[in-house]
C-alpha cells in the first residue's frame, strides 16, 4: 500500500501561483508514476500531468501545457506542481496519484490516490 498525502492548496488571485506538493509513503521501494489529477465542482474528475518515475518522461493535458511544471524528488518521496499563470478555470480539488504503470495512472485507472487539496483561483 501507498499512502499520498497533499499540501500547498490555497486561493490566489489570476495570474498568480501555487506550488503542490504530495508526499508518499508505506511501500515506496516500488517504482511508481505519479500524477496530478484535478475535479472541479460539477464535473469529472479529469487528468492534469503525469511523470514517470525516473522523471524522464512528462505527460501534460493541453490546458496546463506551458503553465504548470510536475517534478519529483525520489529521495524524498515526493512529487511537486508548479502551477504558474493560474486561471479561475483552474479551480479545483487537485488529487495525488500513484501507479506502477504510467499509462494506467494517465487513464485514471491508477491504484492509489490522495485525498486531495483545494485550489481555488479567483478573477
Known amino acids: 500500500q501507498v499512502q499520498l498525502v497533499e499540501s500547498g492548496g490555497g486561493s490566489v488571485q489570476a495570474g498568480g501561483s501555487l506550488r503542490l506538493s504530495c508526499a508518499a509513503s508505506?511501500?515506496?521501494?516500488?517504482?511508481?508514476?505519479m500524477a496530478w489529477f484535478r475535479q472541479a465542482p460539477g464535473k469529472e474528475r479529469e487528468f492534469v500531468v503525469a511523470i514517470s518515475w525516473s522523471g524522464v518522461n512528462t505527460f501534460y493535458a493541453n490546458s496546463v501545457k506551458g503553465r504548470f511544471t510536475i517534478s519529483r524528488d525520489n529521495a524524498k518521496n515526493a512529487v511537486y506542481l508548479q502551477m504558474n499563470s493560474l486561471k479561475p478555470e483552474d479551480t479545483a480539488v487537485y488529487y495525488c496519484?500513484?501507479?506502477?504503470?504510467?499509462?494506467?495512472?494517465?487513464?485514471?485507472?491508477?491504484?492509489?490516490w490522495g485525498q486531495g487539496t483545494q485550489v481555488t483561483v479567483s478573477s
Open positions: 508505506g511501500r515506496t521501494s516500488r517504482p511508481y508514476a
Open positions: 496519484a500513484a501507479d506502477a504503470i504510467f499509462q494506467r495512472l494517465i487513464a485514471g485507472a491508477n491504484e492509489y
